[in-house]
Structures are given as C-alpha cells and as structure tokens.
C-alpha cells in the first residue's frame, strides 16, 4: 500500500513538472526547469557515489563486515538447530509423559479395587517428578526460544 503511495505520489510530481515545463507560464516553466536539473545532479551524485562504494567493495572494504555477518548467521542457525533438537526432544518425552499417564487412569477407571495401591502410588509419583521436570525444562526452552 505505501509503495502504491509512493509510486503515485512520484508519477503525479513528475507529471506536473513535465505539464508545468512545457504548458506553464514563464515562471512555471523556469522552476520545473529548475527542479529537473537539480533532480539530474542528484541521480549524478547517487551514481558517483555508488561507482566509489562499489570500487571499495573490489578493494576489500566490505570485506570484514560481511564475514562477521556470515559468522553471526551461521552460528544463529546452529543455535536454532540445536534449539529446535532439544524442543523436539522435550516434546517427545511429554507425549511419553502423556501416554503413561493415560495408561495409569486407564488403570484406574478399569477397576479400581484390583490394581495394587503401592504400585498405583509409586506410578503416581514417578509421574509427578517427570511433570515438574517436564514444566521446569519447558519454561528454560521458552526462556531460550525467547
């Protein structure tokens, strides 16, 4: 939308200076004329400009900077990698989480009274200790995602 702007906006500026050089009155046409050649020394000097950066740029100027971009990226990437490895991880062992806590209600929602409480309750537990670990490696993932 602001590029359409723009582009309407520059169409409609050189339209009326073009209308204005060749249709206005002196005076009009003297500040378009103006206005043009002011316009040609800027494209000048942008064009100056850039055949210089581009002869440091051969020259090697350029040079350190874009290795210390390329390194930032690639060690970025590799953070992400081994980030995304240890979500993947994480998720995996709560999908485990999950399924034996499933597999222990199950249990409990077959028959109550025939499966033995010690076990039930030792199962109970080992599954909380899991949940705490789970949430407490979960929040540190976020924390380092963010």
Do not use: C
């Not at 490895?85 to 062992?93: F, G, T, V, Y």
């Not at 499966?115 to 705490?132: G, H, N, Q, S």
């Amino acid at each position: 939308m602001l590029r359409f702007i723009i582009s309407t906006a520059f169409f409609l500026v050189i339209t009326l200076l073009s209308y204005n050089y060749f249709f206005g009155t002196a005076e009009e046409k003297e500040q378009a004329q103006e206005i043009f050649s002011k316009g040609a020394e800027a494209v000048g000097a942008g064009a100056g400009f850039l055949k210089s950066e581009y002869q440091k740029y051969q020259e090697g100027k350029y040079d350190e900077a874009l290795e210390n971009i390329s390194h930032l990226l690639g060690k970025l990437k590799e953070q992400g990698g081994e980030l995304l490895i240890e979500i993947e991880s994480w998720k995996q062992r709560k999908n485990d989480w999950d399924q034996k806590k499933n597999d222990l209600q199950q249990l409990l929602d077959t028959d109550p009274d025939a499966a033995d409480k010690d076990i039930v309750r030792k199962a109970i537990a080992e599954l909380e200790k899991e949940r705490k670990m789970l949430e407490s490696e979960g929040k540190r993932l976020q924390e380092k995602a963010e």
